[in-house]
């Protein structure tokens, strides 16, 4: 399976982003995004099963981001709104097979380029 994400980009505190991921190969996957800020580790943030119906979210989400999947279109989204500065990350799609809602990122073998989020304030 191959992962390339996009959307990231420049916005100014409380604006949004979308974030897509794109799947190629096999999709029956519960599909993560993590983030990494400069100087910081990896950090879960989403995770959205393979069904779509279910998800778990990182605490500083705070109903701020929403994910979501299209499967016939074989993409993941993540949907940021009101967004911090302290947002401003890398942020990666990954996938695994998994039927639960894995947080750590060793739980994931596979994993797009990912795309940089920068908040302004």
């Known amino acids: 399976v191959q992962l390339q994400a996009s959307g990231g980009g420049l916005v100014q505190a409380r604006g949004s982003l979308r974030l897509s991921c794109a799947v190629s190969?096999?999709?029956?996957?519960?599909m993560g995004w993590f983030r990494q800020a400069p100087g910081k580790e990896r950090e879960f943030v989403a995770v959205?099963?393979?069904?779509?119906?279910?998800?778990d979210y990182a605490d500083f989400v705070e109903d701020r981001f929403t994910i979501s999947r299209d499967n016939a279109d074989n993409r993941v989204y993540l949907q940021m709104n009101n967004l911090k500065p302290e947002d401003t990350a890398v942020y990666y799609c990954?996938?695994?097979?998994?039927?639960?809602?894995?947080?750590?990122?060793?739980?994931?073998?596979?994993w797009g380029q990912g795309t940089l989020v920068t908040v302004s304030s």
């Open positions: 190969g096999r999709t029956r996957y519960a």
């Open positions: 959205i099963a393979e069904s779509g119906h279910r998800f």
């Open positions: 990954a996938a695994v097979f998994s039927l639960g809602l894995p947080r750590p990122s060793y739980d994931y073998p596979y």
